[in-house]
């Protein structure tokens, strides 16, 4: 690597960007933002959904232009040499774009062609980045077939075909399991400590952002906050505890029972207990409750940070109403799953999984990349049929009756699955329509989803043109619409800033209580913590199931189970992983 070790390698000074909404409307996605990012060093941005962090990525690449300030990027102003500093920078967008019906060597030389890599280097550069990205043995698998891990770990090695002097990762680890984001993580952490290379990252993960040097926060296209992650942590000292319940209580009750307490910020279930920011520095008084004090951490310090700006709502505002409850029974099984097998030609995804989830249990699906979860997830939503075995859903056999079981579920898949060229409205009315709602009741659950989804003020903008955060929210609005039995939720806060992920387990929690089955996947393991219990898979396998407790217990080392999900998670499926080669 060529780039100093010292000194700037972004300067942005007032920077502005407006985009044009419509033929009127102008969104300003940048408001007059300085910040200094330095040579070999790792810089973070975080902020809520539609802050401006891909915007201010794209601007430093020279892709956009800024229309007002100032934007240097290794000493170059990015308005009047935008080719020369695409020369020596590498970027890698939230969407990169492999060729899936190419090998990964094939992306590689197709990039190193591309980026105008001459064999000499090639040769030298490519061992090194099998040997970071683990890929060697991969070569000639279409990247098509590769995990979401590898994929990513793919797209991080085109991006790095060359060796730049700056690299610019836009949430690299969107939609990673646990072991392949601290596999990345590895890597970018690794080019800096031993290569001085600077990287400027965008990322929803404050663990991550810890690791930085430097953070960056925006909202709302502004700078609220930078500087070294532990001074942004230092915010919350003092407001940081940690909330134990001394009646029997789970962590999802009791999350959301102070989330309802004006003198809390937030509140997030931590490894049994519930991690709490006051908004005073000293413990609120609550009946039935303990609150020891706790080091604050990144997450913390940003939560008092976005709480503190006036447009942010509280999570309390984002449970849901709904009009009547349904019967729970601790015995009433509505999924009833048995020695399923689903098999691709000779690939066997999901190998004899057996489970069961009752009503009103919000039940957790996790694994690596790979592991089995979407096809589990498509044959219970009767989009795809088991090979062998049984699955019963709200009374249905899907093996004979798939039509009947899905008028009793709704889905929102990994992807945004609505109709981008279509408005909030017309999207709901044309779900409402699919599932049967007419007239007045059509009209009754339209308006329910627009005012509980908050939804209202945006429902004639296009819904391809929303911020994630919005699509999510109009994705799961959409699946509810006809008050399914059950909701199957597939990854659907990849990607998500802290306060969107609150907001969207406020409204999972109360349709939980009010009756309502929810099956979800997720890569955020303290989401797990959420849930009534927990399956983990790998290779299409069940390696554990039980309640967040039992399956930190499960992971148990030297008789002490795991501090939190992350570490129970990755010694289950690392273990499992190591029995199996030592079988093979």
Known sequence: MTAPRHGVAIQAREVSKRFARGKTDVVTALDQVSFEAQH??????????????????????????????????????????????QNRISYMPQRFGLYEDLSVQENLDLYADLHGVTAQERAGRYPRLMEMTALA???????????GGMKQKLGLACTLVRSPDLLLLDEPTVGVDP????????????????????????????????????????????????????????????????????????????????????????????????????????????????????????????????????SVPPAAAAAIELASARPTSDSEIVIEVHDVVRKFGDFT?????????????????????????????????????????????????????????????GYVAQKFSLYGDLSIRENL?????????????????????????????????????LPGGFQRRLAMAAALLHEPQIVFLDEPTSGADPLARREFWRRITALADHGTTIVVTTHFMEEAEYCDRIMIQDAGRMLAIGTPEAVRAHAAEDGAPAQTMEDAFIAIVANARRQAQDAS
């Open 137 to 147: 043995p991969f070569r000639d698998r279409l990247a098509g077939k590769l995990s």
């Open 179 to 310: 072991l392949s984001r601290r596999e990345l993580w590895s890597i970018v952490a690794g080019l800096v400590e031993n290569e001085g290379l600077s990287v400027l990252v965008s990322t929803s993960y404050m663990d991550e952002a810890e690791r930085c040097s430097h953070v960056i926060v925006l909202h709302e296209g502004r700078t609220v906050a930078l500087g070294p992650p532990q001074d942004l942590s230092a915010r919350a000292r003092g407001h940081s505890f940690i909330a134990t319940a001394s009646m029997q209580e789970s962590a999802r009750s009791l999350q959301a029972r102070l989330m309802d307490m004006p003198e809390i910020i937030d509140a997030v279930p931590h490894s049994g207990h519930v991690r709490t920011v006051m908004r005073e520095a000293h413990a609120a008084s609550v009946p039935d409750v303990r609150f020891d004090p706790v080091e604050p951490d990144l997450e913390d310090g940003l939560m008092m940070l976005l709480r503190a700006q006036a």
């Open 349 to 409: 995804a999901v190998n004899r999984t057996s489970f069961d989830v009752r009503r009103g249990e919000v039940f957790g699906l996790l694994g690596p990349n790979g592991a089995g979860k979407t096809t589990t997830f498509r044959m219970l939503c009767g989009l795809l049929p088991a090979t062998s075995g049984t699955l019963r859903v709200a009374g249905a056999d899907l093996r004979r009756a798939r039509a009947e079981a899905r008028q009793n579920v």
């Open 40 to 85: 070999g060093s790792l810089t973070a941005l975080v902020g809520p959904d539609g802050a401006g962090k891909t915007t201010l990525l794209r601007l430093a690449t020279g892709l956009l232009r800024a229309d007002a300030g100032t934007l240097t990027v290794l000493g170059l102003d990015v308005a009047t040499h935008p080719q020369e500093i």
């Open 429 to 465: 009315e044309f779900f409402a329509g699919a599932y049967g709602l007419r007239n007045s009741r059509l009209k009754a659950r339209i308006d329910w989803a627009l005012d509980n989804f908050d939804l209202r003020e945006r429902e004639s903008a296009a819904a391809g043109l």
